[in-house]
């Protein structure tokens, strides 16, 4: 079926597929307990993606809170970050910090996981400045700031690491789509879904390294 996949539908499938593999291989890689990927992309370019991760886990601090929140900053960078990351092969892929930031902004998707990022590093300030007078609103920004820096910085440093694991199984993601018929009207919507299962089996998730949140 991909032999028949138009090469542009095929090149936007991979960048959305990269994207949904950085949220899974970075959470994975951090210690986050991982689910399902699905990916559906039509002829005219829309699509709908997903990485389930699960959230639920035992904290017994606030040092173990902190963690939390940065890893889970972190696997919400990761996502666009990743789908910056060149399909083609290269001795290292780096990413493109202009283009990421633009995806998270909102001008080529992502915008969710924008909002979370921005619900939950006020929360993680919060916890970490816990003394601030609320109308200390520069020393409130400069204290968001630091924080996005830091998580911002450690994303690219997981995402460059891992990037031939979120690539290969981004290419793998996209090598299972099939073309699904639909009832009364033309078929236009390549489908996949990747179960936590499926996943668990490959040989590159099992391979996922674990990774401190603090470098």
């Keep these: ?10 090149d936007h499938a991979l960048q959305i597929a990269n994207h949904e593999m950085g949220h899974y291989v970075v959470a994975r890689a951090l210690g986050f307990e991982t689910g399902d990927v699905t990916l559906k992309v039509t002829m005219d370019l829309r699509h709908q993606a997903g990485a ?30 990743s789908q910056t990351l060149p399909a083609k092969h290269s001795a290292r892929k ?6 990421a930031t633009a995806i998270l902004n909102g001008e080529l998707g992502a915008e969710q996981d924008y909002a979370k990022v921005r619900e939950l590093r006020h929360l993680l300030r919060n916890i970490s400045y816990p003394d601030t007078d ?4 520069e020393r409130i ?11 911002w910085l450690r994303t690219q440093q997981i995402v460059e690491a891992l990037a031939d694991t979120i690539t290969g199984l981004g290419a793998a993601l996209v090598d299972g789509m099939v073309i699904v018929e ?7 919507t390549y489908e996949v879904v990747l179960t936590g299962e499926m996943l668990e089996r490959l040989r590159p998730v099992q391979a996922i390294p674990s990774l401190s949140v603090w470098a």
Excluded at 142 to 147: C, H, Q, R, T
Excluded at 182 to 188: N, S
């Design 1 to 10: 079926m991909m032999k028949k996949m138009p090469p542009a539908i095929r």
């Design 52 to 81: 389930s991760i699960i959230l639920t886990r035992s904290i017994s601090s606030i040092e173990e809170m902190k963690e939390h929140l940065e890893g889970r900053l972190i696997v919400l960078f990761a996502g666009a970050m």
């Design 134 to 137: 609320p109308a200390s609103s």
């Design 182 to 188: 639909q009832w009364g009207r033309p078929a236009d």
């Design 141 to 151: 920004t400069a204290e968001l700031k630091e924080i996005t820096d830091r998580v």
């Design 94 to 99: 780096l990413v493109d910090k202009t283009k």
